[in-house]
């Protein structure tokens, strides 16, 4: 392990750790937790750390995984922008999470942090970050999308003022499904590639982005999880979760990639909701909050101005 | 429209009817039916009607789809084995269904019949048909599985005794879920690109398959409709329905081509399951007929011998 990828991975282990403990804590249920070790194989070995707690009393499913893998050869869908490292030996590790609550008045939350390291035949090792999260509400409040921007607009500030603006339009560019020219939530910040403040400063600014998260979600959180909910709330949460597979599987580079390409399919799919439902031609009645949640809320918006 | 189209068009539309007219009839709810049409647009013009039944007796979910479309350039994904025919204006025209019953111990079955002609700048039309259909068992039983093979081989062999084996592996291939190395359920058959026995040949040998659906299908409904289940069969279709959606926003080139390229997203996710979850590492213990399914129905298997 290069000394950047031994850096990394500290910091990477360590927050799992903390995001887990909070959500463990919070829901009072347990995560179950899940050592895995993949190949070697020719193109990869690798192993992780898959945390999940289902059925509990906040969370219905909640899950949240470390992985590092190592290959001799990076592969060129890896590498868009550095064609010359493709082929060169690489390390990359991350840490991913999907949050899928019981009570439909809370949203669901993704995050994801991640750098990989390329070292060239002749040359020192390239690192690079990427990553970002996201917030999908099934019914919309604004106060909890302003929340989650301006956590997300704070975390980037340090690190220049047109971070935000940039990773919040590429949150919108990326999280959209463009079958229901629909947006996934209410977005958040999403990068990749980057690396533009040299390893230092780019590896802070990945961490003040993975330090955000609890920060940007648990407020919200707290905020909605003791609102009475029945059985419409219900049905409408699981017909807009169908949503969240919907992009997961057919737009989302990483599950798609992970899966076609011999991923562990149970620690890439710890991003499907627990339950969802599929019906024709739903549709919300104009004036109702399911019908604002996809006409005010799940649209590009600016939420802070 | 061409003589060609017009004639397997009133064949489509009249094998949709007498399907719908009979998955009616057996559940005694309603269809809706739906007709829908999209573009003109430069790339593509179409209409269809779609038939489904929701929340019925017997079926959950059953979604019977026709559609007829039209461009004025094939796209080469259309025409893998012919490329001297991308580009040229075409039609496609086709007849989709999948149906989710109730009850565990009904399979979902799939089935789709099509038709392709492309009409080349100096040329005549060249016309060539896909299709085939497969079984998902959430319970196995090997009669079903065989009744519905033997069905199969039997709407084949007046076309050649070879088609049933060939189409039969070429369906195993197809239906094949990678990332999780198990078979969608216990196969069918599938074939593309078919038009070696000329037109008259080809169109008869659609017919022959899509007109066997029903003699295929409903005595395997009718011999497990009427079994008692609970809440455990239930949690286990729910869960094995996962798989199907696995496999159809991952795998299937119809919808996730469909999806991705601008296609009638309602109509193309007719074959989604009404009621889905999804747990972690979940897996049946050895001895009972949920581990069966998966070690012994969802494997390549000649159920013909």
Redesign the interface.
């Known amino acids: 392990m290069t000394p950047i990828a031994a850096t990394v991975r500290e910091y990477l282990m360590g927050l799992q750790a903390r995001i887990v403990g909070t959500i463990a804590q919070k829901d009072g249920g347990m995560f179950?937790s899940?050592a895995w070790e993949k190949g070697p194989t020719e193109q990869l070995q690798g192993h992780g750390i898959?945390q999940?707690l289902?059925n509990g009393a906040v969370f219905e499913?909640a899950?949240c995984g470390f992985s590092h893998v190592r290959g001799p050869k990076l592969p060129p869908s890896a590498t868009q922008h550095r064609p010359e490292l493709a082929g060169a030996p690489f390390e990359a590790m991350g840490v991913s999470l999907v949050f899928h609550p019981r009570n439909p008045y809370v949203p669901t939350a993704h995050m994801n942090v991640r750098m990989i390291v390329a070292t060239p035949a002749n040359g020192d090792p390239v690192a690079w970050f990427g990553g970002g999260m996201d917030l999908t509400p099934y019914y919309g409040f604004t106060e909890d999308a302003v929340h989650f921007h301006a956590t997300c607009r704070e975390a980037l500030q340090p690190f220049g003022a047109e971070l935000y603006p940039r990773f919040k339009t590429w949150c919108d560019d990326y999280f959209c499904l463009?079958?229901?020219n629909e947006q996934r939530g209410v977005g958040g910040v999403f990068f990749d590639d980057f690396s533009e403040l040299g390893f230092d400063g780019s590896f802070a600014m990945l961490r003040s982005v993975g330090d955000a998260f609890l920060p940007a979600y648990m407020p919200v959180v707290e905020r909605r999880e003791h609102m009475v909910y029945g059985e419409r709330e219900r049905a409408h949460q699981?017909y807009r979760r169908?949503r969240y597979?919907?992009f997961n599987?057919?737009w989302d580079r990483g599950t798609?990639f992970g899966?076609?390409s011999?991923?562990r399919?149970?620690s890439?799919?710890?991003s499907?909701?627990?339950?969802?439902?599929?019906?024709?031609?739903h549709q919300a009645e104009p004036g109702t909050p399911e019908h604002a949640l996809t006409h005010e809320f799940l649209v590009r918006r600016d939420w802070l101005t």
């Open positions: 179950v899940d898959t999940i289902e499913r899950g463009k079958h229901r699981l169908g597979v919907e599987l057919v798609h899966l076609q011999g991923g399919t149970e890439i799919l710890l499907m909701p627990p339950l969802v439902s599929w019906s024709y031609q």
